[in-house]
């Protein structure tokens, strides 16, 4: 549902109340307004009459008050996400997000129906957009949950990052002056004691999947690494990590052994 406060503006500034003429109940005609018309449908919902459900809101989707029209289209598209009817759901999304922009659930909404579809990119492309709208710290999390969800299940991809790194201790030595022993102290040169410096970080992998026939599983192999690097290269730490593993789905989850 889109904030509630579209809503209390839009009842607002609601223009003259709607006749709503349910033929398939009754002869008789009532006038409701857009706000008594969403909490009409929000009723009918609950026991189940998805058919007036429907009506009603596609009679709101030409209401004059462009946010009627947005809670109209979003409710809609949810009822149609629930029945299955992504195509329809995500054309009615896109209308909505053509005049809104910023709503920013129904885009969240938009890259479900396009995921449902089958287009990852698509979905994606709308969580980085909702995200560059600015989002809760909580929303943003679980968003960065989803598209990292919608990445893994590509083919093939890769990733890489690139950092300043500064250290108090690049050379992973002691800042002590001396080193106790059973046979006395001993005095720690001034290269052995630790430094401090600034380099790169780096950090990268690539993933491939292979599919095994029709079964639906697959191969995953991924080569990853990374490294700080620093002007004497004594002091570079860099690990490389190649790995192997079968990626079985089994219904909607996906496991990797």
Same mark, same amino acid.
């Given at each position: ?5 579209i ?11 709607i ?29 189940g ?13 030409s ?6 029209r947005a809670? @109209? *289209?979003?409710?809609? %598209?949810?009822l +149609? ?7 329809? &759901?995500?054309?009615l /999304? $896109? ?10 659930? @129904? *885009?969240?909404?938009l %890259?479900?129906? +396009? ?6 990119d698509? &979905?994606?492309?709308q /969580? $980085?957009?909702a995200?560059?709208?600015?989002l809760?710290?909580a929303? @943003? *999390? ?10 893994s299940?590509?083919?093939f ?13 690049i050379?992973?030595?002691?800042r ?9 102290d001993?005095?720690?040169d001034q ?6 410096g ?12 292979i ?6 599983h ?5 080569a990853g690494?990374f490294?700080?690097?620093?002007r004497?290269?004594?002091?570079d ?5 190649l790995a192997?593993?079968?990626?079985l789905?089994i219904?909607?989850?996906?496991i990797?052994?």
């Amino acid at each position: 549902m889109l904030p509630t406060p579209i809503l209390a503006m839009a009842a607002a500034a609601s223009p003259a109340p709607i006749r709503v003429t349910p033929v398939r109940r009754a002869a008789h005609s009532v006038l409701l307004t857009a706000q008594e018309m969403l909490k009409l449908a929000e009723q009918r919902e609950s026991v189940g009459d998805l058919e007036v459900v429907a009506d009603l809101y596609k009679a709101l989707e030409s209401n004059p008050n462009s946010d009627i029209r947005a809670e @109209a *289209r979003f409710r809609h %598209a949810k009822l +149609l996400l629930n029945a299955k009817r992504n195509e329809e &759901a995500a054309a009615l /999304l $896109r209308r909505l997000l053509d005049e809104k922009p910023a709503a920013t659930m @129904a *885009r969240l909404e938009l %890259a479900h129906a +396009l995921q449902l579809l089958g287009d990852s990119d698509g &979905a994606l492309r709308q /969580l $980085r957009a909702a995200q560059a709208g600015g989002l809760p710290l909580a929303v @943003a *999390r679980l968003v960065q949950r989803y598209s990292d969800a919608l990445r893994s299940q590509r083919p093939f991809g890769a990733s890489f990052e690139l950092a300043i790194a500064p250290d108090s201790n690049i050379s992973s030595a002691t800042r002590s002056d001396t080193l106790g022993t059973v046979f006395g102290d001993f005095d720690i040169d001034q290269d052995s004691k630790e430094h401090s410096g600034t380099g790169l970080a780096l950090s990268g992998q690539v993933y491939r999947r292979i599919g095994f026939g029709s079964s639906g599983h697959d191969l995953l192999v991924r080569a990853g690494g990374f490294g700080n690097l620093y002007r004497h290269s004594r002091f570079d730490d860099v690990a490389l990590d190649l790995a192997a593993c079968p990626e079985l789905r089994i219904g909607r989850n996906q496991i990797n052994i």
